[in-house]
């Protein structure tokens, strides 16, 4: 029914019902939009249990129209306030606590405190005497910011009967007053900045006219993806710039809070996050939102709720949706028609950080899960599993790979489809069985052979090569164009079961070399190699019972650095390596001890977005992850995400591939 059908009202006894409005606000967002051809969730209720289990700490708040927007931080803020401020004391009686709530900058705190105004929501004789509005930087309207911090205290302590604000000024007795002010906030009424490639960004504007003159670039770091209270983070939630622009940064806006992490901030107060898309970026693609685009907010975002830092978030309905949506950065749209025995899919998504409008990707999905989110599209067809096809999420693993292997025993066989092509593996107790991380690696190492192969023939050496997948199949399905392949494990059984794979293969075990070897401890190392991959253990210590082949040390990296340390020097010249661990464990230290032996610009991280059910298939064990997930995010401050495909729920963290290149 057109909305301008709808411009009238029904009335009766006095009562007048707005049927526009209610057509608007109530009917109109159950209704599926076709233009996307998206199974999303549309009502507010199914938005915000969708959001719940993604982002668990949260509390969330949808609006469905910028006017709707305010009303709603107003009434979450005014909310919030009045129970800081009212505690029972032992005996039952109510008392007043004095509450201290922060203010960053920007438009939605203006029109938040316009609406409180405007529509009288408190009384003129409300008492908020014990109320202070905290300006928690001194960020201005000359340093490119619109509505500074000081300005919206201010503001905020009239809209509020008898409150105070607790500003900058040049007198140094109040610059010691909101110091202290800031450091005890109750409440912060944070912001989440734009993507960092849309100019007219606050911080982006700012660092143009504060960098102005230097010899360096005059924007923000490129793995920035917004900011956090005037603060440019990382998709890790990490600080991010150089020393001079984080310096200047601290000296001309003084931020706060301050953290290296965000995840640092957890506890400290009750932190409220609107986010609104009223400045929509002028590069966003047609997409799931409502009137079709991807809002630029949707990394930040992700990424400030995934720290679980925040006890409260207003979304605007399009920003809601699309991060409900949405497996890991991607919102899929469409995918190929289902093949018999063809896990690989083709897919069309829309990507947080790519504006230009759909993405082409494979997803490695063998029971068809991702139908129950995709328009499925008859005149795509997908790849066959190869090796040069190498997929962005992988959903599960498949039982037809497992139909063989007796997971009660660990033991049994393996068999993948490849290349046209079936290969059995047989796998023994004591060894670790190939999963989609070494899939993803053997594809990899492909890729290098190839680029080697302009230059001869190339060797490679699987470390840690459990039942020799990588090597195994590197040298069965790459044929002249590697001339040499050495297997290595520290667990002899591992080296037993890896020589029946040789012979089982048709290989020759002159080529294919096997040996005992605690990591690059080996005799049969004689000579550098033109690729070296590693699937490192990652999982710590603690969880020692649930899988003792995945113990990486204490944190989980005690290998992964070993082999960052030694890598370079068994690499001949322009040769690679390869290391595969998951995000969760990763703290940085692998990046940066990569860095210091391969140089900053030889080092590149491919991340793909692993998908493991809650409930998995019949003589299928939960994955560790899943069973231990409690334990993962205690110990390493992590946040899985939890995806859902239909009726289905998947615990969902990112595959990481380090690749370093041996350069002079």
């Known amino acids: 029914m057109p909305e301008d059908m709808l411009k009238w009202e029904i009335g009766w006894f006095g009562l007048k019902i707005n049927v526009r409005e209610l057509w608007r606000r109530y009917v109109k967002p159950l209704i599926p939009s076709r233009a996307s051809g998206l199974r999303l969730p549309y009502t507010r209720r199914s938005l915000i249990k969708s959001l719940r289990r993604k982002y668990r700490e949260t509390r969330f708040y949808i609006a469905d129209t910028q006017e709707s927007f305010y009303e709603t931080i107003a009434e979450v803020l005014i909310s919030i306030i009045q129970a800081k401020r009212t505690a029972k004391e032992a005996d039952g009686s109510p008392r007043l606590q004095p509450v201290r709530v922060g203010i960053v900058c920007g438009p939605m705190v203006f029109r938040t405190a316009q609406h409180i105004i405007d529509t009288k929501l408190l009384a003129a004789t409300a008492n908020y005497a014990n109320v202070s509005f905290v300006a928690m930087n001194r960020a201005a309207e000359s340093d490119s910011f619109q ?103 601290h000296e001309e806006i003084d931020p706060f809070p301050l953290f290296a992490r965000l995840a640092d901030l957890k506890g400290k107060s009750t932190v409220v996050l609107p986010i609104n898309i009223e400045r929509k970026s002028e590069h966003a693609g047609r997409g799931p939102g409502n009137g079709g685009g991807l809002t630029g907010k949707e990394t930040v975002a992700k990424t400030v709720l995934h720290s679980g830092i925040v006890d409260v978030c207003v979304l605007e309905r399009a920003l809601a949706k699309n991060l409900a949506a949405a497996l890991g950065d991607y919102v899929l749209a469409t995918v190929s028609k289902p093949v018999p025995n063809e896990p690989m899919r083709f897919c069309r998504a829309y990507h947080f950080r790519d504006f230009a409008g759909l993405r082409d990707f494979y997803v490695y999905d063998p029971l068809s899960r991702i139908d129950a989110v995709c328009e499925i599209r008859q005149q795509d067809r997908p790849k066959p599993c190869s090796l040069s096809v190498i997929p962005q999420i992988i959903i599960s693993e498949s039982q037809k790979e497992s139909e063989r292997y007796d997971f009660k025993k660990k033991s049994g066989f393996f068999d993948y489809c ?3 092509g079936e290969h059995a593996f047989a796998v023994d107790k004591g060894v670790r069985k190939p999963g989609q991380f070494s899939l993803v690696t053997l594809q990899l190492v492909s890729g290098f052979v190839e680029e ?30 590697v001339e040499r392949v050495l297997c290595s494990d520290i667990r002899p059984e591992a080296v037993n079961c890896t020589q029946h794979n040789v012979r089982n293969n048709g290989l020759d075990e002159c080529r294919v070399q096997v040996c005992v070897g605690d990591l690059f401890e080996t005799r049969a190392a004689d000579a550098p190699f033109d690729v070296i991959a590693f699937n490192a253990p990652f999982l710590p210590e603690a969880l020692p019972d649930h899988a003792p082949l995945d113990c990486g040390g204490r944190r989980g990296t005690a290998e992964s650095l070993r082999f960052c340390s030694e890598a370079r020097k068994h690499l001949r010249q322009g040769g690679w390596a390869i290391l595969a661990v998951a995000d969760y464990v990763d703290d940085g230290s692998i990046r940066k001890a990569l860095e210091q032996k391969f140089g900053r610009q030889n080092v590149h991280m491919e991340e793909r977005l692993i998908l493991y059910p ?29 995806c859902r495909l239909g009726s289905e729920e998947f615990l969902a963290f990112n595959m990481r591939h380090y690749c370093a290149k041996h350069v002079g």
């Open 147 to 249: 509505f500074s911090a000081s300005y919206l205290a201010t503001l905020l302590s009239t809209a509020f009967p008898n409150s105070k604000a607790v500003a900058y000024t040049f007198n140094t007795y109040d610059i010691d007053a909101i110091n202290s002010a800031r450091n005890a906030v109750d409440i912060l009424l944070c912001s989440a900045g734009t993507y960092p490639n849309v100019p007219e960004g606050y911080v982006q504007i700012w660092c143009k006219k504060a960098l102005t003159g230097r010899s360096t670039s005059q924007t923000l770091p490129t793995n920035c993806i917004g900011d956090f209270c005037l603060i440019p983070i990382d998709a890790e939630g990490c600080v991010v710039g150089d020393d001079v622009l984080i310096k200047k940064l």
């Open 418 to 420: 490849l290349d046209g």
């Open 614 to 642: 809650f409930k998995p298939l019949d003589r299928i064990p939960l994955a560790h992850e899943v069973e231990c997930r409690d334990e993962l995010e205690r110990q390493f401050g992590y946040r899985f995400e939890i």
């Open 452 to 481: 080697i192969g302009i230059r001869g023939k190339a060797s490679v050496w699987d470390l840690g090569c459990g039942s020799g997948f990588v090597g195994i199949l590197a040298a069965k399905l790459l044929g002249d164009r």
